[in-house]
Each structure stands twice: as structure tokens, then as C-alpha cells.
């Protein structure tokens, strides 16, 4: 099994894409526009990839209006469908085997539709369906994401705007590590010597 763990988050924004994909789709296959504020499809374009749990009645009314009157063949349901399947998915799937019944489901229904936003989907759920299963590998570990990594990332990327272009490595090195509060002594750096901007060295 694979080591390397995923994001859910990832996971089910690939999905709502290729839902509010489908959905401008058929807005323009219907009426060759884009969304005006009375189409059906366009009231209900942030109800469609809502959690069920946090509907309202009137949400509700609209996605369904959506749904069944403005586009009856079909499409829109299924991306519907996969989108919240998922969203259930990392909420209900209680171990890996639990998890990988599900996985199976979405795929299948992707394969189904006739959305070739969903067979695009079902290829990159495939692709990754080892680094999507290692969500439930270990016990006690359930849940467990790359936010660590965003967090320490982000005062990275803070140094390196504020530095306006270091050109002196060591420099760099330093100042990541007092920023993120990490021991110079502790981490041993692989990285290529930088380019000179200019014909010297710098100081």
C-alpha cells in the first residue's frame, strides 16, 4: 500500500468541478447562453455542491428545480450523485474496506453517465485510488492530511516574497529557519548552488 496520504478535500473539489462543469455544460447546450438570474440552472449553481446536512428548505427547492426541470436528461444527477458520494465517503467510511466498497461505487457511476466530465473524473480517481485508500490504513490515524506540510510551507513562502529574490543561499537557509523555528544543526539541505544574477558573486 502506499504511504503517501492524500487530502479529502483535494478529492471532493475534483468532483464538485466536474459537477459545476457538467452544469454550465448544459446551460449552454439548453439555451445557448450563459446563466441568467431566472435559469434554473444558474439559481442553483452554489446549492448544487452543498452538504446535505446544511441544506434549507429553499436550497433544497432550487437544486431540485436544477436537477429535474432544467436538465431532464440525466447528466446533471449523476455528477450530482458522485459529488455527495464522496462528501459521504470521508464522512461515514468506517475502515479501508468500508472505504474501498465506496470507492468502487463512484467510479462505476462515472462510467454510466454519459458526462465526459465524469469519465475524466473516474480516470483520475483510478490513477490514485492507492494514495485515496492510505486515508484508512493505519488505526488511530484516520484523518490525517498533508496540513502540516501547507502550514509549515506557507512562513516559506512569506520569507521568499519579503526576500524579493535572496541570491545568496546561506542567507535564505537561515532566515526559513528562525522564521519556521526549526535548528540549523538539525536539517541538512540538497540544493543546487543558485545562478548569479550578475557577473559577480555576491557578497
Not at 140 to 157: F, H, L, Y
Amino acid at each position: 500500500m502506499c504511504r503517501r496520504r492524500h487530502n479529502p478535500f483535494h478529492v471532493v473539489k475534483l468532483a464538485q468541478t466536474a459537477l459545476d462543469e457538467v452544469r454550465r455544460r448544459r446551460q449552454q447546450g439548453q439555451l445557448g447562453h450563459r446563466g441568467h438570474a431566472g435559469d434554473p440552472l444558474y439559481q442553483a449553481r452554489r446549492d448544487l455542491p452543498r452538504g446535505l446536512h446544511t441544506h434549507t428548505r429553499r436550497s433544497w427547492a432550487r437544486a431540485e428545480l436544477a436537477v429535474t426541470v432544467g436538465d431532464p436528461s440525466g447528466p446533471l444527477l449523476a455528477a450530482f450523485q458522485v459529488s455527495h458520494e464522496l462528501q459521504r465517503l470521508y464522512a461515514h467510511a468506517h475502515d479501508q474496506a468500508d472505504a474501498a466498497h465506496r470507492l468502487y461505487r463512484v467510479p462505476v457511476r462515472c462510467a454510466n453517465s454519459t458526462a465526459p466530465e465524469l469519465h475524466r473524473l473516474a480516470r483520475t480517481l483510478e490513477a490514485w485510488r492507492g494514495e485515496r485508500l492510505s486515508y484508512w490504513t493505519r488505526t488511530g490515524r484516520r484523518g490525517v492530511s498533508n496540513g502540516p506540510t501547507e502550514a509549515t510551507n506557507c512562513p516559506i513562502k512569506k520569507v521568499k516574497r519579503s526576500g524579493h529574490g535572496l541570491r545568496n543561499f546561506q542567507n535564505y537557509w537561515l532566515r526559513l529557519l528562525l522564521n519556521i523555528g526549526l535548528d540549523w544543526r538539525t536539517v541538512t539541505w540538497q540544493a543546487a548552488p543558485a545562478t548569479p544574477i550578475r557577473g559577480r558573486q555576491p557578497r
